[in-house]
């Protein structure tokens, strides 16, 4: 050891007195909500570098040092209390991967970036034990490092006591633990786990257990990211009640910073913030990040619109709270249904590895409770259960991508519904209650059950096609956009694409030449704004777009202003009118556009307006929103929106009540009540209803109690 460590005292002493009278007076007046005085590393540095170098190296000494230094000051100016001093903002060079933490870094201070997973109970602990000997009654204080065992005297003090000691013996005493004038700490166990975008590929989370004392208790939350600031130390790991030569690390946590502003893990410096506002200044930027979507993958005219709508999804529109508590969503739900081999998972892929805070998930390999949250076992020793959040929560503010997502079952499907809309997860398991928030995009994928689609032509209604990947109805409405993604042999576009995949795949790099040279093409474009693609064509790299995005998302909360509102809402009325009007008969009830249809084209509004770093969006964003949501509606081929909520068509529904009328007016102009099916026949077909469909309705109408069928072919209400 140093001599910074043997007069450790005199120097906290000096540097107490002298940096922190403020902060001591405030602790002697007790309007401190707790007995404790922040210290940053770079005071201690600016006061004493050698010291501030020490304190990394032997941190239980010289901070159980600081401590008792402290509680001296205290003492000495007429308060007994038991303050502590927390070190934080460690520097660059004491930072260290958690599963990197090994014998070298063992008992000297670090500073490790984590995700508090789960939390224990809070439970007290002796840390100052005061025990009283059975023979002379003598007392005597005994500190306990070792949270994991009570650390008990070998003998009573001859100056003070009797000199007796433990054992068997005439000279021999017991000594008996007084809890009440023991000092006492609060404990609580963290589970941390090192941040998702650190995990080495194909590498599981690496997880510790860490110790919180006094202060810090209670102050972190399930999911939260924070630097901690760490003593790694050893306990004896313990076989058949036997020690072994292994021992487990656990950490002492001394203080931790939270990372309160979503999207810190990914820095931004002065520099990249000149970029990226250089970069949003560009007349053709909507375009630019269009490309910079997937780029590997050819853009025909229809993915050309779906990765649009895929750059605004990443962006996404502000979430709002009203005055009377409710939130309104601001993410961009998107499906995109298709053949099998139109890229669809690797749009998936990309997104999810481009999202700040992405992640993915497939339908097959997925269930509920992986999408949600599990209730496990707790890990601290007690036995009851605890959370483990899964794919949604993990995502929160950030995107999911759900490929197979028709291969989700029936059951787990169903946690979709208030995951998307309301955005939070309500779990009820395992004796647990709790609400987690799922503040995030969710892009999915589905394919048909029968591997293709098979109603094609230009007029097909995407709703047509959504029935054949056997998802719920309802869960359409859950979308703001829908994309119908066909595999249609065009000889132009077969070239292009051909031409496109054929290139790629000749400029790409063997992974096992990167695995034996340690070159990795992507490491060029790591300090780079622009990249070209095998085409030619500039598109922005996958970090610097990384980053652009979380700078705008964590930066830029746009409102809309009258004239982006008026060019909406004048959007919304002519569409209203544009159907909606009954013909003669009564037989039209179409629904051309709903409310929910507005807020979709708010939230793009919004997410091109934070594209463009701009605070206030205006008409020309609500132009873009407006142009890519007549897009799909164009693509999807839907005339009637109640059809997303209901799956049920304006054909079917006013052939129900043609049918409905048609028996009701036979029945009343017939003495009996009653009426023939020829005449029901005869009476739907001047009307435009197929027999094939009137024998489906009045399957139906039976079935529910409505009709019945006194003899054959002939119909009357119930009554």
């Excluded at 963290?190 to 919180?212: K, W």
């Excluded at 999202?355 to 209730?375: D, E, I, M, Q």
Aim: aromatic share 6%; net charge negative; with cysteine.
């Amino acid at each position: 050891m140093t001599m910074a460590t043997h007069d450790s005292a005199a120097r906290w002493k000096t540097f107490l007195s002298e940096a922190k009278e403020k902060e001591i007076t405030l602790l002697l007046s007790k309007q401190a909500s707790s007995p404790v005085i922040e210290v940053s590393f770079h005071e201690l540095t600016g006061f004493d570098p050698d010291f501030a170098e020490d304190i990394l190296r032997y941190p239980r000494t010289i901070l159980s040092s600081g401590h008792a230094t402290l509680s001296e000051i205290c003492r000495d100016r007429g308060e007994d209390l038991d303050p502590m001093i927390r070190v934080s903002d460690l520097p660059r060079d004491s930072r260290r991967p958690l599963r990197d933490i090994g014998a070298s870094d063992i008992d000297q201070l670090r500073s490790v970036e984590v995700i508090v997973t789960k939390i224990s109970d809070l439970k007290p602990r002796i840390h100052r034990a005061v025990f009283i000997c059975e023979a002379c009654g003598c007392t005597q204080e005994v500190d306990q490092g070792n949270e994991s065992e009570l650390m008990e005297p070998l003998r009573c003090p001859t100056d003070t006591g009797c000199g007796a000691t433990t054992g068997r013996g005439k000279d021999s005493t017991r000594f008996n633990l007084v809890v009440n004038i023991s000092r006492m700490i609060n404990n609580q166990w963290l589970e941390i786990q090192e941040l998702p975008e650190n995990v080495p590929s194909g590498a599981q989370p690496s997880r510790g257990m860490a110790l919180v004392e006094g202060d810090l208790v209670n102050k972190h939350l399930p999911g939260q990211r924070i630097t901690a600031n760490v003593i790694p130390v050893v306990r004896s790991e313990v076989k058949r009640n036997k020690k072994t030569p292994m021992f487990d690390i656990i950490y002492h946590l001394v203080s931790s910073e939270h990372e309160s502003v979503p999207f810190t893990e990914i820095k931004i410096s002065d520099e990249d913030r000149e970029l990226i506002t250089e970069v949003s200044n560009r007349e053709d930027l909507i375009t630019l990040m269009q490309r910079s979507i997937a780029p590997s993958i050819f853009a025909t005219r229809v993915m050309n619109h779906v990765k649009r709508s895929l750059a605004l999804q990443l962006f996404g529109g502000v979430r709002r709270s009203t005055s009377d508590k409710n939130h309104l969503r601001g993410d961009i739900h998107i499906l995109l249904m298709g053949d099998p081999g139109v890229a669809k998972s690797q749009l998936l892929t990309y997104m999810s590895n481009l999202s700040p805070r992405g992640k993915f998930a497939t339908g097959g390999g997925v269930s509920g409770a992986g999408l949600t949250a599990a209730a496990v076992r707790d890990a601290f020793g007690d036995g009851r259960f605890a959370l483990e959040a899964g794919v949604l929560p993990l995502s929160d503010r950030g995107l999911a991508a759900i490929d197979e997502f028709d291969k989700i079952s029936t059951e787990d499907r169903r946690v979709m519904h208030p995951a998307m809309e309301q955005q939070r997860i309500d779990v009820a398991k395992g004796g647990i209650t709790a609400t987690l928030p799922s503040r995030c995009a969710v892009l999915a994928a589905a394919n048909p059950e029968d591997g293709r689609f098979t109603k094609r032509g230009p007029n097909q209604s995407v709703m047509r096609m959504y029935k054949e990947t056997g998802l719920p109805d309802p869960l359409a409405s859950r979308f703001d956009i829908i994309w119908m993604l066909r595999d249609e042999v065009k000889a132009e576009d077969d070239s292009r694409i051909a031409r496109h995949i054929l290139d790629t795949r000749t400029s790409a790099v063997s992974e096992t030449t990167i695995e034996d040279t340690g070159f990795d093409p992507s490491d060029e474009d790591k300090d780079s704004v622009y990249s070209t693609g095998v085409d030619g064509s500039q598109h922005l790299t996958l970090v610097f777009l990384r980053k652009y995005v979380a700078y705008a998302k964590a930066n830029i909360h746009p409102d809309l202003d009258e004239e982006a509102k008026h060019a909406i809402h004048g959007y919304y009325i002519s569409e209203r009118q544009s159907f909606g009007k009954e013909d003669q008969e009564g037989g039209s009830d179409i629904v051309p556009i709903t409310a929910r249809a507005l807020e979709a084209l708010v939230r793009l509004t919004e997410a091109h307006a934070r594209m463009h770093l701009r605070k206030v969006a205006t008409k020309e964003d609500a132009a873009v929103a407006l142009a890519v949501f007549k897009h799909w509606r164009e693509e999807s081929g839907i005339e009637d929106d109640s059809e997303l909520y209901s799956g049920v068509s304006a054909k079917q529904r006013n052939s129900n009540q043609v049918v409905r009328q048609i028996v009701r007016d036979l029945c009343r102009g017939d003495g009996m009540g009653q009426a023939k099916l020829a005449d029901i026949y005869n009476g739907c077909m001047d009307r435009g209803v197929p027999s094939s469909a009137v024998d489906g309705i009045l399957q139906k109408m039976r079935i529910s109690g409505e009709l019945f069928s006194p003899r054959d072919e002939i119909y009357s209400f119930a009554r």
